[in-house]
């Protein structure tokens, strides 16, 4: 079976005056029905970016995009606006950061969750009403029928996540991009937003792109993880295979810097030494080189000047290298 989703050496820049902006830079992977994919990194490390190039949302005429994205079969980069604007909200939505800046102070939560679905479905206002309100009682806000008709200001920031998220499955999408849907709540509503989204993907199969920084949240919730450093995917697997053993340097510096509650409390955090390479201006060979404990190991050099491949994990060490070993430089 072929996947829902197929990301082929996208890339992404933004001319700028001084000079090009290579914000995502070779970017591949594949999402299949029903899967929970989490792209963890840094900010400025291309998340973002790559997901607004599969919902068409870059403006074409100032952003230089390659690649191919194929989702169930039309390649979105080609697509027409008049398609791209089908797809959206009805076959694949999107959760933005932001609920606050998103939604309208202007209209009721309601009016908002009702509008795109008579927009794709042409259903009434009446029938839409009714969708709006089953939508809310979904995603866990009470007394659903009552809160339709009410302001975003009159919900806390949690409940404005769910009021995103009910906007994002009122037409019942096959694909949910999240792009950092916990930002800015406390521990408790991030773990109950996670799991509303996991609940989701498993009762209707929908597809899931969870976008975050935070490798621990996305431990119990992900099929799969794909780590992006400079625009690149650095490596991707089981989130087993790379919480327990990341393979790439950076990888295990996101989860060396990560408090665990099992851990050592006594345990000093690791912090990623250095600054996150100019996208202006990447560093040759592998963008990671100039912070990484692990370039003794195979040779400056090769770092410096030769870019690294490989489909699960972009490194020069030898597969099986631990990557805590007491040799770094």
């Known amino acids: 079976m072929s996947p829902l989703l ?3 050496d996208l890339r992404v820049r933004f001319p700028v005056r001084d000079g090009v902006v290579k914000a995502v830079d070779g970017l591949s992977f594949d999402l299949d029905r029903g899967q929970l994919l989490a792209i963890v990194g840094e900010s400025g490390s291309g998340k973002s970016v790559a997901n607004l190039a599969v919902l068409g949302l870059h403006d074409r005429r100032r952003t230089e995009i390659d690649g191919e994205v194929v989702f169930d079969g039309t390649d979105l980069l080609a697509a027409s606006e008049r398609r791209l604007a089908r797809l959206r909200g009805d076959r694949i939505s999107m959760i933005f950061q932001d609920p606050l800046t998103a939604l309208s102070p202007y209209h009721t939560v ?16 009446a029938k ?5 309100v089953e939508v809310l009682d979904r995603v866990g806000i009470p007394h659903p029928r009552l809160r339709a008709t009410d302001y975003p200001h009159q919900f806390s920031g949690g409940m404005r996540q769910r009021v995103m998220i009910a906007i994002a499955l009122v037409c019942d999408p096959d694909l949910l991009i999240a792009d950092e849907p916990t930002t800015a709540l406390d521990v408790t509503v991030q773990a109950q937003i996670l799991d509303l989204l996991g609940e989701i993907r498993r009762e209707y199969g929908t597809a899931v792109i969870l976008v975050t920084h935070d490798l621990g949240l996305v431990a119990t919730a992900a099929d799969e993880v794909l780590v992006m450093y400079a625009g690149r995917c650095v490596e991707r697997g089981t989130v087993r295979a790379v919480l327990k053993s990341p393979r790439h340097p950076y990888s295990r510096g996101l989860l060396a810097s990560t408090p665990r509650l099992d851990g050592d409390v006594t345990r000093a955090l690791e912090p990623i030494e250095g600054q996150p390479p100019s996208l202006l201006d990447p560093p040759t060979g592998c963008p990671f080189h100039p912070r990484c404990a692990y370039t003794a190991l195979v040779g400056g050099e ?6 690294p491949t490989g489909r699960d994990v972009a490194c020069h060490l030898p597969p099986g290298t631990r990557l805590d ?5």
């Open 6 to 8: 197929s990301v082929r």
């Open 110 to 125: 309601g009016e908002q969750i009702a509008e795109s679905y008579r927009r794709h479905r042409g259903a009434s206002r």
């Open 128 to 132: 839409a009403r009714q969708r709006a």
């Open 302 to 307: 090769r770092c410096r000047n030769e870019r």
């Open 325 to 329: 070993a007491k040799d770094r430089r």
